[in-house]
């Protein structure tokens, strides 16, 4: 049973482009949540996601980030335009339909993303 | 709003020492507490947790009690390994406190030198 799988592993953009960062939860699991870690800092929640359904959007910067968890295919984290201070690395974890992630958590390994 | 904080690193220890990292929170409810390792190049594993005051969460030789007079959930382990050297992260859920996702410390670099 594979775990939580994100790709890419590393991305580099150039400023103004756009970043697409991938998450396929573990198997049976239909919550994915993204993390955002930024140099010498914590993980920062950013979004909680159901199939189709986004539950809690409150960690989002307001602007050029978007999230999506479709009904086939994995979760997508997108930031358009990107700028220096994105940079970071962003982290996916999923849980069961039956537990929330404060009982159990299943982290990817994370996306590096560089702008330039 | 919820906030964890823990000692800054590195900490660098030798074989077979005591390790104590601290992890100190502030919440608005009623807290579950836990502790995450990330080795380098994976991500993060769930060491242990504590889901009230005075639970003890263990694992692998580390523990942890949930402290509610201190608010604290500091990481403890009696001989730590060259293997243990990894970057260990305090983190809590308060669903009490507006968001779905875990609210963590910043990470704290545990090197271990033989």
């Known amino acids: 049973n594979a775990g939580v799988m994100q790709n890419p592993r590393h991305l580099v953009r150039r400023r103004g482009q756009e970043a697409r960062l991938r998450c396929s939860p573990m198997k049976g699991h239909s919550h994915v949540y993204w993390y955002r870690q930024l140099p010498e800092e914590g993980l920062k929640f950013m979004v909680y996601?159901?199939?189709?359904?986004?539950?809690?959007e409150s960690g989002m910067p307001k602007e050029r980030f978007s999230a999506e968890f479709p009904k086939e295919g994995p979760s997508i984290l997108r930031i358009q335009q990107v700028v220096r201070g994105d940079s970071a690395a962003y982290f996916c974890?999923?849980?069961?339909?039956?537990?929330?992630?404060?009982?159990?958590?299943?982290f990817g390994q994370g996306t590096r993303l560089t702008v330039v | 709003g919820d906030s964890v904080t823990q000692m800054e690193g590195p900490v660098t220890l030798s074989e077979e020492a005591f390790l104590t990292i601290n992890c100190t929170y502030t919440a608005t409810g009623y807290p579950s507490l836990f502790w995450y390792v990330q080795y380098p190049g994976e991500g993060l594993q769930l060491l242990l947790k504590a889901t009230k005051a005075d639970d003890k969460g263990s694992n692998k030789g580390f523990e942890a009690t949930y402290r509610k007079e201190t608010t604290s959930f500091h990481l403890e382990k009696g001989s730590v390994q060259v293997s243990d050297s990894a970057v260990y992260f305090c983190a809590l859920s308060d669903p009490g406190g507006g968001a779905d996702g875990l609210t963590f410390g910043k990470g704290t670099h545990l090197i271990i030198q033989p």
């Open positions: 974890a999923s849980s069961p339909p039956t537990r929330r992630l404060n009982t159990e958590a299943f």
């Open positions: 996601l159901q199939k189709e359904n986004i539950i809690d």
